[in-house]
């Protein structure tokens, strides 16, 4: 009779990442609601095109501020990089070399948006402090800190639309997920990719972010009905 191995089975190890997946891409789609909330509706930030006015406003909201960039940016790459692991766990087997282009990608996404959240509450605190006793050189202080928090971490979305891309490929190629929500994601990537041309900008990371939402909400349930299949 062979013996019962003691030793703790790849299935248990695999279904634990696929859990952390699948609330991380939940996580992930919350702090985007959040983050839109936040901006458009209790800051209408979207009405304030003025600098000097930016700057104002958040002199007037340097807290709430703080909090959100630490959630949208911060936190953002650090539940990202659990997903980006459990999505290379889940998807290696069935296509490794895109999976580990999309890996790659995946964290190299990651680690510029933590960069950028770092930037921006630094950035943002300098402001502040400069807004106390000569507004017109806080004015210019954030219109240079502006593009650079803009280019690491939403300017433009050509390294998270690439790894959506790759992502929903392979799993398109490995036959895993759902075929929907596959051909949905290369949609969503591809948003994210043409948001690097200048003209589309705008557009494409406006579609990119919302369509990301849904893709995420999605990734999530179908990676936590897979961890719950394996332990059966």
Request: aromatic content about 8%; overall charge neutral.
């Amino acid at each position: 009779m062979a013996r019962e191995s003691t030793e703790p089975s790849v299935e248990t190890g695999r279904w634990n990442l696929q859990t952390v997946g699948g609330i991380a891409a939940l996580t992930e789609a919350a702090i985007y609601i959040a983050g839109i909330a936040y901006f458009l509706v209790i800051l209408n930030y979207a009405n304030v095109t003025a600098p000097r006015q930016q700057v104002e406003l958040f002199v007037a909201n340097q807290t709430s501020l703080y909090a959100m960039y630490l959630l949208i940016y911060v936190v953002f790459g650090i539940v990202l990089v659990a997903l980006v692991l459990a999505l290379h766990d889940r998807l290696k087997t069935g296509a490794p070399s895109l999976m580990q282009a999309a890996t790659a990608f995946g964290l190299i996404w990651a680690g510029l948006v933590i960069a950028s959240g770092m930037i921006a509450n630094i950035g943002t605190a300098t402001i502040v402090d400069l807004y106390a006793t000569d507004p017109s050189q806080a004015t210019t202080a954030w219109l240079a800190i502006n593009p650079v928090v803009e280019g690491l971490g939403g300017g433009n979305e050509v390294v998270g639309g690439l790894w959506t891309l790759l992502v929903s490929v392979a799993a398109l190629r490995a036959g895993m997920l759902h075929r929907v929500l596959n051909y949905f994601g290369v949609v969503v990537g591809m948003a994210g990719v043409l948001s690097a041309i200048p003209a589309l900008g705008v557009i494409g990371g406006g579609i990119f972010g919302l369509t990301q939402i849904v893709w995420f909400v999605g990734l999530g349930i179908l990676l936590l009905q897979a961890s719950r299949q394996t332990i059966k």
